[in-house]
């Protein structure tokens, strides 16, 4: 962030100055040197380390043991050299890292003696730094307070002005103040609720207008360009959006902080580190992701995909060795006096195989279909063909939305909005929709094919149609169908995944990006 | 080995900027673990973040020689480690021919530090003065060449054959860089510090404008900056990278441009931008304003 020793270019700098890491909502808080003193830093760090285990984190026993020789090298005062010293030696993947700041933030921002919970302090806080901030603007409004512990008398209204200030100057100190005086406020906590953080937070945020905050602040930019002549372009308007954006972040973060403060102040920490223990985005459910965790399952994605591109294409150049190439072995043995010592081969071209997608896009199972479609597609370069197919009960081709298009995002949404793909109700049909398929394209599986049918085969108590699936099996190289729905739901309810899994070479479930990926490693 | 090259995360930081390479607290930390740890370092990010600058930048600092190993598919020992120089060997057994040298001694000569064609690990290991090490794009070699790196980054010491075991006369900062092409092996992270540098935040980015072009003005560079961050937040298929950040600015420049509208960025978003669909996007999000964007994207479904 800003260094110490560079002008800031925000202008107030009263402690906001000090560093807060990236993503860094934590801070004044543990100092890891009074655990030291007392020892207890051993068993808290092993704590630390079975929770990351926990968590899903592969971390080693070296691992362990570089983290703890680690931290003896690093001021133990300073939290963020801290962090990163646990980071560098525990944390091997990117993909990892919001874990491990969870975690961290439980294990080490909660305790020590700045950590005060303890409302005095906090009102004595927020009326200090209100008071510098009045000295330092010269406004009159709200001097009278300072005497009385002023955080307690301010009145909402003035809180909200307070934050308006604070947003509008990007005042790190102040802001975090007022997430603390915020969360105190308005978020109601009391010990031992069994409520979750995301309760807390949504009270705290209701209470203080946000978006208000926000169009007021771009209120007061636009008029502010339009005082000195030249009133803001749309581009402008949009940076100065993306600031704001930025700060506001910024204070959700440092609320979202404080209520996890207090809840582990309450609960504890394992209790705590456990409820807030979320799954890493490879193993992030596709039926169940919030949207949030969508987000960052298409971040994931990305990556993905081009590591998976590169595996399959070196795969394919590697995996197997041609035939004999007598012209160049006999060449190659003129350099041995005719012996051919050196037998050469002919390099492998392995035939790219043709896949045909068919995936029930019906809600329940949508966004699986999505990734699917989108993961295929982006490795369409390792296929030689790829066509899809939609259905819900009637079904549709949709391979013309991806050709020419770049950008696969856009064209997996066109499918979901054009597809022409519902018959009679719109609940899913298999048994209909395979029949269509057989009827209109069933001639068009040929020996090179691989049939990949994506759907959960909850059929609405329809006929199932397996014989489709059986002469798709005679016709193609490779039927498969993906499942993401838990095995042990399999053939329950309406669920017929059996009937159709008899005609299929596999039948995978495939729940996470980390099935996903398996599965399709093993396509090639 | 006690005598430590930095004595604090400031000092490596202040160093590093002294050298033109803004490093930020992490950054900083982990070069200064790796010295006192004395571990390599994995760095790992988007491509045209400077994790190959920031080992060039390390070796300017602390005045060391930087030994570079760029990593390929079907790399192999003979490239990265050691060779026998076997013409020069059979040269030798030739020469030997007419006198009467038993074939232990020539045996003895043949395998002997004369024969021995270095490569750059078996060079940073053998170096007396100060080197750095760089291994760039892991990535690239496979999985069952990335053994042949374990020995020297846990041990500093090279096992030859013929030779013995040669260790490291003193113990070289490593660097190790990957695109994440592919996932490495487990015995090959726990082995290294690691580190991911990702963008620079806008305030960084800023600087690291201010330092590396010419005479911009402190306006133009947080327009800059500003404008960088906003279309990384885009769902783009290659964000702008830190040196194409770098390469607009100068443009920028050369035009004469002080002050960036939407006209500006679109035309010259071709620089930021590889590819024609991140473009066209860009370009559409220069011209609308955000909130009417908002109001038009889908929502959840």
Redesign the interface.
Known sequence: ??????P??DPVSNGGAE?V??GGAGVDTVDPAELLAGGPILELLNGFIAELREAGL?V?L??NL?AM??IR???LE?R??FK??L???L????AH?RAFETVFEVYFSLRGSKYAIDDDTLDADLSDLLDDDIERDGQGEGGGQSGQGGGQALTPEELQQLLYQAMMKGDEALMRAIARQAVKRFAGMEPGRPVGGTYYLYRTLRNLDLEGVMEKMMEASRQQAGEDGDPM???E???E???FE?RIDALKKEIEAEIRRRLVADRGVEAMAKTLRKPLPEDVDFMHAS?EEMVGL?KALI?LT??LA??LA?KRR?NRRGPLDFRRTVRASLSYGGVPAEPKFRHPRPHKPEIFVIADISGSV?AFARFTLMLVYAISGQFSKVRSFVFIDGIDEVTSYFEGV??V?EAV?RV?TEADVVWVDGHSDYGHAFEVFHNKWGKEIGPKTTVIILGDARNNYHASQAWVIKEMQHRARHVYWLNPEPKSYWDTGDSIVSDYGNFCDGVYECRNLRQLEKFVETLT | MTDYRFESVPEVREGLRKVDYLSDEGIAGIVYLADRLQKPILVEGPAGTGKTQLAKSVAEMIGARLIRLQCYEGLDEAKALYEWNYKKQLLRIQASGGEGDSWETVEDDLFSDEFLLERPLLEAIRADEPVVLLIDEVDRVEVETEALLLEILSDYQVSIPELGTITAKQIPLVFLTSNNTRELSEALKRRCLFLHVDYPDMDREKEIVLTKVPDITENLADQVARIVRSLRQLELKKAPSVSETLDWANTLMLLGVEQIDADTASDTANILLKYQSDIAKAVREFAADKQGFKQFAPGPK
Do not use: C, F
């Not at chain 1, 944390?91 to 990117?94: D, L, Y």
């Open positions: 962030m800003t260094s110490p020793d560079q800031t270019p560093s890491g990236a592969p080693s070296t691992e570089d020789e680690a090298h690093i001021p300073d963020e050299a990163y010293a980071a560098a030696t944390v091997k993947n990117n890292w372009t749309a581009l308007e949009r940076l959006r993306d600031e930025h949207r298409r990556p081009r590591r590169v595996r070196r590697h949508a770049e950008d995002t949404h979901n």
